[in-house]
C-alpha cells in the first residue's frame, strides 16, 4: 500500500503527525494511504545545514512503499514562505523520484493545537491531567510567537506541555474544522496532503509549494477543499 513519509523536527511530532495525517486522510476518504512514522531529524538545524534535507529525501524515498515525501518544520519566526521556498529550491535539486511536499508550521506545530483548543481543553490527556475546561482562545493562532509556552501556561497544580507525551495526545482532540478555520498554515498541511494524493493517483512527481503561481498557503479558501465537516 502507497505511504506518506514524513520527515520532522522531533520526537514529539514522531508520535503526533501520523494521528493528524490520518485525520486529513480519512476526512478525504482516502483509506488506501499508509502513514509511516516520521524520520525524527533530531533538530531543524540538522534539515537547514548543508546536505540535510537532502539526506533525509533520501532516507525517506529509500523506505519501501514511499509514495510520497511530506515534510514538515516550524518557522520559529522565519518567513515561512521564503523557508518553504528556499527548502523547495532544494529538493528539487536533489532529484528524488517522489513527489516532496514542504509545510513550514507558523511558528510552531503547537499553533495548530491553539486552533482546536476548544476540542482540546477540559479532556484527558491520555494518563495525564489535561488543560483546564475554561481555557479558550480568541485571535489567530498563527500569530502567537511561542504557542507552545502559552499552552504550558495554562496548565494547573504544577502540570506544565511536555511536547514528546502531550502533542501526540492533544493531535487526537484536535478537530480539522476548527483549525482550518483558524489557522492558515494548517491550511498549507491539509492543501499538503491534497497535493500528495493527486501526484500519488496521477503518479506525477513534483515539489510543491510551486512558487511561480501564488502560495498555496494564502490561496482564497474557494481553492483549497475545506475539510467535509467544515461548518
Known amino acids: ?65 514511499c509514495a510520497a515525501i511530506l515534510v514538515l518544520i516550524d518557522s520559529d519566526g522565519k518567513c515561512p514562505i521564503t523557508l518553504a521556498k528556499q527548502l523547495c529550491q532544494r529538493a528539487m535539486l536533489a532529484q528524488i523520484n ?6 513550514c508550521a507558523h511558528h510552531m506545530y503547537e499553533a ?21 475546561a475554561t481555557v479558550s482562545f480568541e485571535g489567530d493562532p498563527d500569530q502567537l510567537n511561542n504557542p507552545k509556552l502559552w499552552i504550558d501556561d495554562r496548565f494547573v497544580n504544577g502540570r506544565g506541555y511536555k511536547e514528546s507525551l502531550d502533542q501526540a495526545e492533544m493531535t487526537k482532540l484536535l478537530e ?11 491550511q498549507r498541511l491539509y492543501h499538503a496532503v491534497q497535493e500528495a494524493l493527486a501526484a500519488i ?15 498555496p498557503s494564502v490561496l482564497p479558501e474557494t481553492r483549497i477543499r475545506k475539510p467535509r465537516n467544515f461548518l
Request: glycine share 6%; no cysteine.
Open 1 to 65: 500500500m502507497p505511504k506518506i513519509v514524513s520527515i520532522v523536527e522531533g520526537e514529539g511530532e514522531v508520535q503526533a503527525l501520523p494521528k493528524l495525517l490520518f485525520k486529513i486522510l480519512h476526512d478525504l476518504g482516502r483509506y488506501d494511504i499508509q502513514v509511516s512514522q516520521p524520520k525524527n531529524s533530531k533538530g531543524v538545524t540538522n534539515i537547514l545545514k548543508p546536505q540535510g534535507l537532502e539526506y533525509f529525501l533520501r532516507l525517506a524515498a529509500r523506505e519501501v512503499d
Open 98 to 103: 517522489q513527489p516532496i511536499m514542504i509545510v
Open 112 to 132: 495548530w493545537l491553539v486552533a482546536s483548543i476548544d476540542s482540546i481543553a477540559g479532556q484527558p490527556l491520555g494518563q495525564r491531567e489535561g488543560l483546564p
Open 176 to 186: 480539522l474544522e476548527l483549525a482550518f478555520a483558524q489557522s492558515r498554515s494548517f
Open 201 to 215: 493517483d496521477t503518479n506525477q512527481i513534483k515539489v510543491t509549494p510551486v512558487y511561480d503561481e501564488p502560495d
